[in-house]
């Protein structure tokens, strides 16, 4: 709570606190907002599952397959069989996906992979692909 000052020129008027004229003229608020004609249903919105998009590695001939797992680990949580497993298959297929998230998390994910690569001189490419 505020301390009270203690002014002695102040009036009564001038330290009553403010009251706010609440009438009950709802209609005319909603009127003024144009959304008088909106009905409870209308309201509402449904909010839709995100689309997903996959995360891919694709295969280089010179990063070293080490440094892909490391990948793994560090940006995707893999445990190291699985990191290994992954890597083999992109080494392999040319490509696989490291996860599946939502557009948001999948691009900031590539985008500390890409960044991480380039900081150790990798030419690795990480990118995303809309899942079916």
Known sequence: MWPRMHNKTATAASTAPLI???S?????????DGLD??????ERTELAEPRWYDV???NDD???????VDILERF???GGE???QIMMTVHTQGKAVCGRYPYDIAATR??????HAREHEHPLLCDIERAD
């Open 20 to 22: 706010m004229n609440m």
């Open 24 to 32: 009950d003229d709802s209609d005319s608020a909603a009127d003024a």
């Open 37 to 42: 004609h909106l009905t409870e249903e209308e």
């Open 56 to 58: 891919v590695l694709f």
């Open 62 to 68: 010179f990063t070293p397959m080490d440094f892909v």
């Open 76 to 78: 995707f949580g893999m």
């Open 82 to 84: 699985q990191a290994v």
């Open 110 to 115: 590539a985008w500390m992979v890409n960044e």
